[in-house]
C-alpha cells in the first residue's frame, strides 16, 4: 500500500450556513484501502463522503473551507472539471438506483457518457463489472430482464457494477448495506474487501463491528470533529 494518500483533509470546515457539520478537520486516506466513516445519525458523516465529489454544490449555504484533495488536486481552491471528478470518485448511494432499462443498459449507463466512441467495449466491459460485482453468474442469462426485478441485495451490487464500469479510481459508498438481509450485507463487505486492491474505498457505516471486519482504517464522526476509532484526532 503506498504512502501516499489519495483523499486527504487539511484544516477543512464545512457547514451549512451556521450549521458547522465539521470544524477545522484533517484526515488522510491511502490508497488502496477501506476507510469507514462512523457515527450517529446527523453527525456528518454522508456530507462528508459527498464532499469527495461534490454532490453537496448545489445544497443551500453549503460552503468548505480549508484543503480538499482528491488525487492531488484541491477540488475547491481552482479550476476543477466536475465531469471527470465524477467518473475517478464514483459514489453509491445507501438506496440503489435502478433506472427502468435492462440489466445490461443499467451497467453500461455510465459508459455510454463517458466512453460513448469505445461503444465495441461495452459488453466486455459490462461483463467484467458484474463479474467485480460477483453478480455475472446469476444474471448473465438474463442480461436483457428488466433491472427493477432483481432483488435488493443483486441490485446493489449493480450499482456497484455501474460504477465500477467507468473504472474510478475512489469508490464511496453511504451505507451501503443498511437496507439488506444479513446475507446480502455480507456479500457486499466481501464484495468491499476483494475491490481494495484497485480502488480506494471510502464507505459510511453506523455499525462498529462491520467496520472493524472490512475497513484499514475507522474514523468517527462526533461534535464536529473526525478522530480515529479509539478516539484520538488524527
Not at 456479500?187 to 480502488?199: Q, T
Request: glycine share 6%.
Amino acid at each position: 500500500m503506498s504512502d501516499q494518500p489519495v483523499l486527504s483533509l487539511e484544516a477543512v470546515t464545512l457547514r451549512y450556513g451556521d450549521r458547522v457539520i465539521l470544524e477545522n478537520g484533517y484526515g488522510v486516506f491511502p490508497r488502496n484501502s477501506v476507510c469507514a466513516l462512523t457515527g450517529a445519525s446527523g453527525s456528518g458523516k454522508s456530507t462528508l463522503l459527498r464532499t469527495f465529489c461534490r454532490m453537496n454544490d448545489a445544497l443551500p449555504g453549503f460552503v468548505v473551507e480549508g484543503t480538499v484533495s482528491v488525487l492531488g488536486q484541491d477540488i475547491y481552491n481552482g479550476p476543477v472539471d466536475e465531469y471527470t471528478l465524477r467518473r475517478r470518485v464514483g459514489l453509491i448511494f445507501q438506496k440503489p438506483c435502478m433506472f427502468p432499462k435492462s440489466i445490461y443498459h443499467n451497467v453500461v449507463f455510465g459508459l455510454r457518457h463517458h466512453l460513448s466512441e469505445k461503444k465495441s467495449e461495452f459488453p466486455e466491459r459490462a461483463e467484467q463489472a458484474l463479474k467485480k460485482a460477483f453478480l455475472w453468474n446469476e444474471v448473465k442469462d438474463r442480461l436483457d430482464d428488466p433491472a427493477p426485478t432483481l432483488s435488493q441485495g443483486q441490485q446493489q451490487r449493480l450499482a456497484i457494477a455501474r460504477t465500477l464500469a467507468v473504472d474510478p479510481e475512489i469508490l464511496l459508498m453511504d451505507e451501503p448495506t443498511s437496507a439488506l438481509d444479513p446475507k446480502s450485507a455480507r456479500a457486499i463487505e466481501e464484495l468491499i474487501l476483494s475491490l481494495k486492491s484497485r480502488h480506494t474505498i471510502v464507505w459510511v457505516t453506523h455499525q462498529v463491528e462491520q467496520a472493524r471486519r472490512t475497513a484499514d482504517c475507522i474514523l468517527r464522526m462526533e461534535n464536529r470533529t473526525l478522530r480515529v476509532d479509539n478516539g484520538q484526532p488524527i
